[in-house]
């Protein structure tokens, strides 16, 4: 099959493209509110009625909350690969509107400095991802009447409003979805122009908490000086947690499971255009203050961390309250990396503050427990090296290999759900305000996108054994 031919189909359908996407947009789909319940399904039906007109088997399939869509081409392809497409069609909120400069539900093309961009709420996060991958599959069908490999399209309409659907549906429907790879394009690009493919990311472990002393709150002039007060002894214990002279994190064993960053790898992230100036002074930093030992992208995509989240206790209102409280509250998160063990780790951290305790101060630890594993992909699998140049190709430099510094779940559910490997590539940017007012999706990104995917898809039914 001729790659030029879809490239070269891509391009002219270019304004086609737009509108569709444009189209899509409109549709309110936030998730999380049920007064757009309505405008959620008709986003749904959208994706149905878009991929059955080129000729792809789609369905929406009804879950206890939003429905997902579901979609099968090439099964008389068996010999081929078989591969997974993973995108979520619901949005955000828009609040607060006021600070929108047009109407997020009405989008538009604008001119910005940096070149064209679509204006409106999911243009980056992510319906604008999602159809770079369908308009791609789009030019193939119109070009060669049928797509190079077998694929499954699974599109989820809870992914903004925490997929409460989505494991349950997943176990429930696993011989359906299972492919030899899956692919999910609901990330961005390390800097402008520069094609990414995530090659890990950082888990996440959450606990919280409560540092009693005495039984009700005291008159510091009564008990002020032999009493102990909570606050200080929370300060006390999470001043613990750190290292100040390397900023590790002191905890015994807190870095069992971790691994350094192969050479390649580093090599690649030094040379991926990161601005470490510019992501630091953007948000009122001078310097990095992690582990003095690794670089700022190595502290963000492949280091582990524990953050104090929030701490309180006392009187906290307007003036003065001469008390000793009786509690004090703290919240904390870790980012995990490589083979740290969430559930191992929590007994680590709780037993750290445990044997730290004063006498008279006593401990209770929320029991709603969450930890999720840091998802690594299988990038010794030829099909990444595979994408990987296709990327390459297209954005005429060398695509790498990143980490990510937040957790996206859906490639570790396709991990411990379906037992399947997942590549992340998306062509967002930094500055496309997802989840905020004013998003954008840069016209470069979805056209290159589009193209992109016709690359991958290519080179992955061609790859090397």
């Known amino acids: 099959m001729s790659l030029d031919a879809v490239l070269a189909r891509i391009d002219d359908d270019l304004t086609g493209s737009i509108d569709r996407l444009m189209e899509f947009l409109r549709i309110q789909s936030i998730s999380t509110d049920p007064a757009f319940k309505g405008d959620v399904e008709k986003a749904a039906d959208w994706l149905v009625a878009d991929l059955n007109s080129i000729g792809i088997k789609a369905e929406k399939r009804p879950t206890t909350g939003h429905p997902m869509v579901v979609g099968h081409v090439g099964e008389e392809n068996s010999d081929a690969p078989h591969l997974l497409f993973y995108g979520h069609y619901d949005v955000q909120p828009v609040d607060p509107l006021d600070l929108w400069k047009t109407p997020p539900f009405e989008p538009q093309i604008e001119d910005t400095p940096a070149g064209k961009v679509i204006r409106g709420r999911g243009a980056s996060d992510d319906k604008g991802q999602l159809m770079t991958f369908v308009e791609a599959c789009r030019a193939w069908k119109a070009v060669h009447g049928t797509l190079p490999c077998r694929i499954t399209f699974f599109f989820e309409g809870e992914e903004e409003s925490g997929s409460p659907s989505l494991v349950p549906f997943m176990e429930a429907n696993a011989e359906e979805l299972t492919a030899d790879l899956?692919?999910?394009?609901?990330?961005s690009m390390?800097?402008?122009?520069?094609?990414?493919?995530?090659?890990?990311?950082?888990?996440?472990l959450k606990d919280e908490f409560t540092i009693t002393g005495p039984r009700?709150?005291?008159h510091s002039g009564h008990y002020g000086g032999p009493g102990l007060n909570p606050l200080r002894e929370m300060a006390r214990i999470v001043a613990s947690f750190y290292d100040e002279d390397s900023g590790r994190v002191t905890i015994d064993g807190f870095y069992e499971g971790v691994h350094e960053v192969p050479a390649d790898q580093l090599r690649q992230w030094q040379n991926c255009g990161f601005d470490e100036a510019e992501y630091l002074t953007s948000v009122g930093y001078s310097v990095p203050h992690g582990e003095k030992a690794y670089s700022t992208?190595?502290?963000?995509?492949?280091?582990?961390?524990?953050?104090v989240n929030g701490m309180w206790g006392g009187y906290t209102g307007a003036g003065s309250k001469t008390v000793i409280p009786s509690q004090a509250h703290c919240k904390i998160t870790c980012r995990l990396v490589g083979d740290m063990d969430p559930d191992a780790l929590r007994g680590k951290i709780r037993k750290h503050v445990e044997e730290r305790l004063s006498p008279d101060a006593t401990v209770t630890w929320n029991q709603d427990l969450e930890g999720s594993p840091a998802p690594v992909m299988n990038i010794e699998r030829p099909e990444f090296e595979a994408a990987r140049g296709a990327l390459s190709?297209?954005?005429?430099?060398?695509?790498?290999?990143?980490g990510m510094g937040g957790?996206?779940?859906?490639?570790?559910f396709f991990k411990s759900v379906l037992g399947l490997d997942a590549m992340l590539i998306g062509f967002a940017n930094d500055d496309d305000a997802i989840h905020s007012p004013n998003e954008k999706y840069d016209v470069t990104s979805f056209h290159k996108g589009m193209r992109s995917w016709a690359r991958v898809l290519e080179a992955l039914t061609n790859k090397p054994a």
């Open 407 to 412: 957790s996206i779940p859906i490639a570790g």
């Open 190 to 204: 390390v800097s402008r122009g520069v094609p990414s493919i995530a090659s890990q990311l950082r888990g996440m």
């Open 216 to 218: 009700i709150d005291l």
């Open 297 to 307: 992208l190595e502290q963000q995509w492949a280091r582990p961390t524990l953050e």
């Open 393 to 402: 190709d297209e954005w005429d430099r060398e695509a790498v290999f990143t």
């Open 182 to 187: 899956a692919l999910i394009c609901d990330t």
